[in-house]
């Protein structure tokens, strides 16, 4: 592996897995358009979409559990919503990432930015009142959100994300969870779901290991550092720059795939 390759991918895994950390995705909705578009600009590789989704799968793995750690204190976690929704979408991730053996690149990518394009819109629904909730105080539909979950998982392991994108507007615009609840529930959950997509990646033989492991090194250091920031930034900050995220990647996916 040449310097250039080593640089470029820990600098993709690092800008991205801090930003998951912060805003409580598996930051396969950054990675996968950085992965796909950034080493060919600088020649240094050259990714395809089955190649690019199983490093994210691997990624995702890793950089989640750090979010989480950073997250163990402070009730943030809400151990019912992951257990409904982490089994839910455990399932789906594993047959979606099993079952994008058999699809084309132009399908994954396809996959890719209708569920960008729905996770944009659904971040620019009004959310009133949801951080005003007390922690201990949070209540949801338990089967709406299992049901959902599995959706979620079955699209997000087709990409090799773990889904986190869409399930941060999901509980946060239709099961009213507070922001910060959110973000850190999430984060398990999203562990949970890369277990499946995972899985489902290395047994089909869609992992790349030597950029894997170079991403993995970079989440290991930023995904904390990233939710250390996220726990004292305003949460309707968070919000707008998760909202303007999704937005751009779902743009420019649509723009390629047009």
């Given at each position: 592996m040449e310097i250039g390759f080593i640089i470029t991918i820990f600098l993709i895994g690092f800008i991205g897995s801090y930003i998951s950390g912060m805003l409580g995705i598996g930051g396969s909705i950054i990675k996968y358009p950085m992965l796909l578009?950034?080493?060919?600009?600088?020649?240094?590789?050259?990714?395809?979409?089955?190649?690019?989704?199983?490093?994210?799968?691997?990624?995702?793995?890793f950089a989640t559990i750090g979010g989480v750690w950073a997250y163990r204190k402070g009730g943030y976690l809400n151990k019912t919503l992951i257990t409904y929704m982490g089994a839910s979408i455990l399932i789906g991730s594993f047959i979606g990432g099993y079952g994008s053996k058999l699809m084309s690149e132009g399908g994954i990518n396809l996959t890719y930015g209708v569920l960008a394009l729905i996770a944009a819109m659904m971040m620019f629904i009004p959310k009133k009142g949801i951080d005003d909730i007390p922690l201990d105080q949070v209540k949801f539909n338990k089967w709406l959100a299992a049901i959902l979950a599995l959706i979620v998982g079955g699209g997000a392991g087709i990409v090799g994300a773990a889904g986190a994108f869409l399930l941060v507007p999901i509980m946060l615009v239709v099961l009213k969870i507070p922001t910060r609840m959110t973000i850190a529930s999430s984060l398990a959950i999203t562990f949970i779901s890369s277990i499946g997509a995972t899985i489902g990646k290395v047994t089909t033989g869609q992992v790349d290991y030597a950029p894997a492991a170079i991403m993995v090194i970079a989440s290991l250091i930023a995904s904390p550092l990233g939710a250390m920031a996220g726990k004292k930034l305003n949460t309707k900050i968070l919000q707008v720059i998760l909202a303007l995220l999704i937005f751009g990647t779902a743009i420019k996916i649509w723009l390629d795939i047009i």
């Amino acid at each position: 592996m040449e310097i250039g390759f080593i640089i470029t991918i820990f600098l993709i895994g690092f800008i991205g897995s801090y930003i998951s950390g912060m805003l409580g995705i598996g930051g396969s909705i950054i990675k996968y358009p950085m992965l796909l578009y950034i080493p060919p600009l600088f020649g240094v590789a050259a990714f395809s979409a089955h190649e690019v989704s199983g490093i994210s799968a691997i990624q995702v793995f890793f950089a989640t559990i750090g979010g989480v750690w950073a997250y163990r204190k402070g009730g943030y976690l809400n151990k019912t919503l992951i257990t409904y929704m982490g089994a839910s979408i455990l399932i789906g991730s594993f047959i979606g990432g099993y079952g994008s053996k058999l699809m084309s690149e132009g399908g994954i990518n396809l996959t890719y930015g209708v569920l960008a394009l729905i996770a944009a819109m659904m971040m620019f629904i009004p959310k009133k009142g949801i951080d005003d909730i007390p922690l201990d105080q949070v209540k949801f539909n338990k089967w709406l959100a299992a049901i959902l979950a599995l959706i979620v998982g079955g699209g997000a392991g087709i990409v090799g994300a773990a889904g986190a994108f869409l399930l941060v507007p999901i509980m946060l615009v239709v099961l009213k969870i507070p922001t910060r609840m959110t973000i850190a529930s999430s984060l398990a959950i999203t562990f949970i779901s890369s277990i499946g997509a995972t899985i489902g990646k290395v047994t089909t033989g869609q992992v790349d290991y030597a950029p894997a492991a170079i991403m993995v090194i970079a989440s290991l250091i930023a995904s904390p550092l990233g939710a250390m920031a996220g726990k004292k930034l305003n949460t309707k900050i968070l919000q707008v720059i998760l909202a303007l995220l999704i937005f751009g990647t779902a743009i420019k996916i649509w723009l390629d795939i047009i």
